[in-house]
């Protein structure tokens, strides 16, 4: 069985995530818009808040709206999807909108998928790493293509994040997922450069 799915997390706002989609989170009632989704209607000129305003949209578990980003941010769109009631949102929602962002994300043919914790307090996502993890995987097994997860975390739990899934990982999909730290990245993207710079 292959790698299907790759995590990394991302510390960076969602405006500054790259990647070929983002999904953001939005409950009924929030004014203004909270986390990765009150970032990206801020770059978008408010066009999420316009259409709550004007209740073409509410945050109902189910609604989604599209929009592209026309270079204010640095994935061309963001999928806004609604959550339902703050208050009766539980694992076993977090679970099914989560499945739901990656099964849109493949839908729309993107194999770099920016995702925050959907509804999920920053504190509390390592907690929730390995009920993450299989919400992530089920879209994926069936299809066997490969998708990189760049999850957005806060700074201060990114260590705790990391943590949490590599031990996710190695318990229940050691085979199809694997954890790419930002270290690596970082190195991967310094050979790269100087790479380059040898061949000038």
Same mark, same amino acid.
């Given at each position: 069985?292959s %790698?299907?799915l790759?995590?990394e997390?991302?510390?960076?706002?969602?405006?500054?995530?790259?990647?070929? @989609? *983002?999904?953001?989170?939005?409950?009924?009632?929030?004014? +203004?818009?909270?986390?990765? *989704?009150?970032?990206?209607?801020?770059?978008?000129?408010?066009? &999420?808040?316009?259409?709550?305003?004007?209740?073409?949209?509410?945050?109902?578990?189910?609604?989604?709206?599209?929009?592209?980003?026309l270079g204010?941010?640095? &994935?061309?769109?963001?999928?806004?999807v609604?959550l339902?009631e703050?208050?009766?949102?539980d694992?076993?929602?977090?679970?099914?909108?989560?499945?739901?962002?990656?099964?849109?994300?493949?839908?729309?043919?993107? !194999?770099?998928?920016?995702?925050?914790?959907?509804?999920?307090p +920053?504190? !509390?996502?390592?907690?929730?790493? &390995?009920?993450?993890?299989?919400?992530f995987?089920?879209?994926?097994?069936?299809?066997?293509?490969?998708?990189?997860?760049?999850? @957005?975390v806060?700074?201060?739990?990114?260590?705790?994040?990391?943590?949490?899934?590599?031990? *996710?990982?190695?318990?229940?999909? +050691?085979?199809?997922?694997?954890?790419v730290?930002?270290? !690596?990245?970082? %190195?991967?993207?310094?050979?790269?450069?100087?790479?380059?710079? !040898?061949?000038?």
């Amino acid at each position: 069985m292959s %790698v299907v799915l790759r995590v990394e997390l991302e510390t960076r706002p969602v405006e500054r995530a790259g990647g070929d @989609l *983002a999904v953001a989170g939005f409950f009924e009632g929030d004014r +203004p818009l909270r986390g990765a *989704a009150g970032r990206a209607d801020w770059r978008l000129c408010g066009l &999420v808040s316009k259409a709550l305003l004007e209740q073409r949209c509410l945050g109902a578990p189910g609604e989604e709206i599209l929009v592209p980003t026309l270079g204010r941010m640095r &994935v061309p769109r963001v999928l806004f999807v609604g959550l339902g009631e703050r208050g009766s949102f539980d694992r076993q929602a977090l679970a099914k909108s989560s499945e739901e962002a990656v099964q849109r994300g493949l839908d729309m043919g993107a !194999q770099r998928l920016v995702l925050e914790a959907l509804g999920t307090p +920053p504190e !509390q996502v390592p907690d929730e790493a &390995v009920g993450l993890l299989g919400a992530f995987l089920a879209p994926l097994r069936a299809r066997r293509s490969l998708l990189t997860l760049r999850l @957005l975390v806060a700074a201060a739990e990114s260590a705790r994040t990391e943590s949490a899934f590599r031990a *996710a990982i190695l318990r229940v999909a +050691p085979r199809e997922a694997s954890f790419v730290s930002g270290r !690596q990245q970082v %190195v991967s993207r310094s050979s790269a450069s100087r790479g380059a710079e !040898q061949a000038i």
